[in-house]
């Protein structure tokens, strides 16, 4: 069965300091997402990305993070300058479609800023 | 603006009994909705979805839910639960009418489920 993965499982950053978070949605996807899930908390929206361009970002998603799709596979979060707050799981996900088809998700990735 | 409603934090469950979450929205158009689980160290997990058509919807390992558009809910059951379906089940709504919403989903803030042998 297809799937989305995540790359690494797990990252710890100093504060301050650059962070790239991978993902290899599912490969006749469309439609790219990344969400949030801060420890304890519901599991927020950060941004959708269609046809090389962000589609939608929420107010989270300000100019500390950028979204990439650097070849046919991959798709990246950056998080410059990384706060303690930025502490969470982000999860990458992917959909054929943006209405009527379930997203998949990745495993996550647990971002730990120190 | 959209949103998800899981009134309960937890729901314990001996195993065997039926098992309901409950999940009511609001949205400003037609809804999507969407159940995920997610299990302790892990991804989430799709379950089901109502798009359209029967407000009765079946989904992976048994849960089924029910779309009831006076009452805006969509609760998830199962008539006999396990105690491996222990886990975090998320509610989640797509709002066909926000706007140009490209389709990001809207979660509730989840709900534990702990069955009990």
């Known amino acids: 069965e297809p799937e989305v993965t995540q790359t690494p499982s797990h990252q710890v950053t100093q504060m301050g300091q650059e962070v790239i978070l991978r993902c290899v949605p599912i490969?006749?996807?469309?439609?790219f997402y990344w969400y949030r899930q801060i420890l304890g908390q519901k599991v927020e929206f950060l941004v959708s990305f269609y046809n090389n361009e962000i589609s939608e970002k929420s107010e989270i998603f300000d100019d500390q993070f950028s979204v990439e799709r650097p070849d046919g596979s991959n798709f990246t979060l950056k998080i410059r300058s990384t706060k303690l707050e930025d502490s969470a799981m982000y999860f990458c996900?992917?959909?054929?479609?943006?209405?009527?088809?379930?997203?998949?998700f990745g495993q996550g990735t647990r971002l730990t800023v120190v | 603006a959209q949103s998800v409603a899981q009134p309960e934090d937890q729901v314990n469950v001996a195993e065997g009994n039926p098992l309901t979450v409950k999940c009511t929205y609001s949205v400003s158009g037609n809804p999507y909705l969407f159940w995920y689980v997610q299990y302790p160290n892990r991804g989430l997990q799709f379950l089901l979805k109502y798009i359209t058509g029967d407000n009765l919807v079946k989904g992976s390992y048994g849960f089924e839910a029910e779309f009831n558009k006076s009452q805006t809910s969509f609760h998830l059951k199962k008539p006999s639960a396990l105690v491996s379906d222990s886990a975090l089940y998320f509610c989640a709504v797509r709002d066909l009418w926000d706007g140009g919403s490209q389709g990001n989903l809207i979660f509730g803030k989840g709900t534990k489920l702990s069955v009990k042998p």
């Open positions: 996900a992917s959909s054929a479609d943006s209405w009527n088809t379930e997203a998949f």
């Open positions: 490969s006749n996807h469309l439609y």
